[in-house]
């Protein structure tokens, strides 16, 4: 059991507090479900804590400035700030719709925020801290980061893959050699403080270690900022502006005339953030805090990211997938309920719509909600609802009280270490332990037998017992769920320490006699029409006249890049699959007199039956490569569209094979 009080107030004891942020969404435009994760997951944290007895600030929020929104607004034919009012009422609307429990939701265009950040940013002028210079280098404008040559990646941004231009401009500099090795060593003797481990080895050792330089704090070349108020020309960066929301949104004043909220609340307990933005909270951000002459906050856990098939979720990829739209399909608790379940503690996790259609049919409807219904369902028909323990137990029994009893510490221990999907996990397995249950003590054979309805009475008090323990569990992490159980149930959520005992359902208690169907099974057929509805009616009429998708453009080429390659017209006259692959084809095809051999991942969209005979197109002068343990040589060329699906490309008339393609 954790130690929940801290402190002495006369003679009141205070609950131990626990504050806790999200990374303020960009009011770039609307956030798809990847960017809606994280509220959830930080929810069901805030949720837990309060459960397990803590005093919660919860606070999340809106990052609005720098150049990128400005040209948004630009092209938008509105005013920075009546873009940012626009988008931070969206993802405001999708933070509530999710059922999320934030206490406050912070905007970086504030004006308590905004005040304090020119003080702020002045202080550490004035201790020298942060110094004039010119800043020259690349320039990532969706991030609003600049880079070295030897920092990007093939000449891309190394955090999002968008093109740089050069940049020149005057700027102020934070100097982080000031701070690096003293943040080393805190890094070094405080483990928890980077979470999971592997995204601290990848801070210390691709920035700390190497070496910092100091980092640009304003910026002349744009105007939708917060402005550096000794030095109009200049506006603060957006970095030092954002980052101290965490600060400034619970009260903190750069006199030292903070609020009492700050007080009572800094440092945070955590901080929690996407795996993307690690390099800015783990470094940057301790190093102003230290500039400040704040404590440090005791966790920053940066999650993984959730994925439509086996990529980030963008617009310019065609996959972006929107909570409000899932919800519509799926309800809230089974949107929260998969991308809690379905994200691992470090890797990244996979959406699609398949899967989303699996989980809620198998998890939802069929451990979860049939396990309810025919509880509920059984007790009316043989006992009109009224639940009884009548003592009469079996070994069987016990096995399942222990389970129970074990759960919520099991729970706990998980949430301890913010995994929640295995404490989702260990919340389930108690459900699969009371349907197997049912299989073991066979209620409607008992039901048979007049002389075994006492053990009959005894084994239904022991499911409802085990459905309210779950459900009083489950309650962090799909509350509205796990309210309409208890309401079907006849009772209320049992406290923490409640749930260290087990038996204290009222016997003689009703439950409901019309018991409600939480989750209905799905057709995914039906799903992916309902999908494909919704986004035709949110197609703009450009999107609504063409099928067409756009992706992200590849760096320019010569015709001499372009004529190194070799292009035929290829006949396969053999396929098969590649054992042991998801998802390769081995063709035989035909190019001029040549046969090659050609491995391809396309089974998930072609039998090896229908690939024989097909005209395709080649590339012939690839430099041959094994795959699965068999040679390729060469690659068989396919158009991709938004949900993944291939079609060889193939000539529009029959063609001789070896054709060239030019």
């Known amino acids: 059991m954790h130690i929940l009080y801290q402190r002495k107030r006369g003679n009141k004891m205070d609950k131990k507090k626990y504050y806790m942020t999200t990374a303020i969404a960009y009011t770039s435009g609307k956030p798809h479900i990847g960017n809606t994760y994280e509220i959830v997951l930080a929810d069901s944290i805030a949720r837990f804590k309060r459960f397990e007895g803590y005093d919660v600030f919860f606070q999340t929020g809106t990052d609005e400035h720098g150049q990128k929104i400005e040209a948004k607004a630009q092209e938008a034919g509105v005013t920075p700030q009546e873009f940012v009012d626009g988008v931070a009422d969206q993802i405001k609307g999708i933070w509530d719709l999710m059922n999320t429990s934030y206490d406050k939701f912070v905007r970086t265009t504030d004006e308590y925020h905004e005040k304090q950040v020119q003080k702020m940013f002045k202080k550490l002028y004035e201790q020298g801290d942060i110094y004039k210079g010119h ?129 009572k609340n800094w440092p945070a307990e955590l901080h929690l953030i996407g795996k993307d933005i690690l390099r800015f909270h783990t470094i940057y951000w301790p190093i102003m805090l230290m500039a400040l002459d704040l404590p440090l906050p005791k966790q920053i856990f940066g999650h993984p990211w959730l994925l439509q098939g086996e990529g980030k979720m963008s617009k310019s990829k065609g996959n972006v997938i929107y909570a409000d739209n899932l919800v519509k399909i799926f309800g809230v608790d089974a949107v929260r309920y998969f991308v809690l379940h379905e994200m691992p503690f470090e890797n990244d996790g996979i959406m699609s719509w398949e899967l989303l259609v699996e989980r809620i049919n198998s998890d939802l409807a069929n451990t979860l909600g049939n396990l309810v ?30 389970l129970a009893l074990e759960t919520s510490k099991k729970v706990q221990a998980k949430m301890e270490k913010l995994r929640v999907a295995d404490a989702i996990s260990e919340i389930f397995t108690l459900f699969k332990r009371c349907n197997k249950y049912i299989d073991e003590t066979i209620p409607w054979a008992l039901a048979k037998d007049e002389e075994k309805k006492a053990r009959l009475e005894t084994v239904l008090y022991n499911l409802i017992e085990g459905i309210t323990i779950g459900a009083s569990l489950l309650a962090s992490f799909m509350p509205e769920t796990a309210e309409k159980i208890l309401a079907q149930l006849n009772t209320k959520a049992r406290t923490i320490e409640e749930l260290e005992s087990y038996g204290l359902y009222p016997s003689g208690n009703k439950v409901t006699d019309k018991p409600e169907i939480l989750f209905a099974r799905l057709d995914l057929e039906e799903v992916l029409a309902k999908a494909e509805e919704q986004r035709q009616a949110e197609a703009t009429p450009e999107e609504a006249d063409s099928e067409g998708i756009d992706i992200e453009a590849k760096p320019e080429i010569t015709y001499d890049d372009f004529a190194k390659l070799q292009f035929q017209v290829g006949e396969i006259i053999a396929c098969e699959e590649v054992k042991k692959s998801k998802k390769l084809l081995c063709s035989q095809v035909k190019v001029g007199s040549q046969v090659r051999q050609i491995v391809s991942g396309i089974k998930a969209n072609y039998t090896p039956e229908q690939m024989v005979g097909k005209k395709v197109m080649v590339v012939t002068n690839l430099k041959p490569a094994k795959l699965a343990g068999i040679l390729s040589e060469g690659m068989l060329l396919c158009a991709e569209d938004a949900e993944g699906n291939l079609s060889l490309m193939v000539p529009e008339k029959d063609m001789p094979a070896g054709a060239e393609i030019c």
């Open 135 to 263: 800043y020259e280098g690349m320039y990532c404008t969706p991030c609003e980061s600049f880079f070295t040559a030897s920092q990007l990646t093939d000449g891309k941004c190394p955090d999002c893959g968008s093109e740089c231009k050069p940049a020149k401009e005057e700027a102020y500099f934070l100097k982080l050699s000031n701070y690096t090795d003293r943040l080393i060593e805190h890094i070094n003797t405080h483990p928890e403080f980077i979470q999971p481990e592997s995204r601290k080895n990848e801070m210390m050792n691709n920035f700390l270690i190497p070496g910092l330089q100091d980092l640009c704090v304003s910026r002349t070349s744009f105007k939708w900022g917060i402005p550096v108020d000794f030095d109009d020309k200049h506006v603060v960066y957006v970095w030092l502006d954002a980052l101290s929301n965490y600060v400034t949104g619970i009260g903190y004043d750069a006199d030292g005339n903070h609020d009492e909220r700050f007080v």
């Open 373 to 402: 219904n025919r509880t509920i369902s059984m007790s009316n028909k043989y006992f009109d609802g009224t639940v009884n323990n009548s003592g009469v137990t079996e070994p069987v029994d016990e096995e399942l009280k222990a």
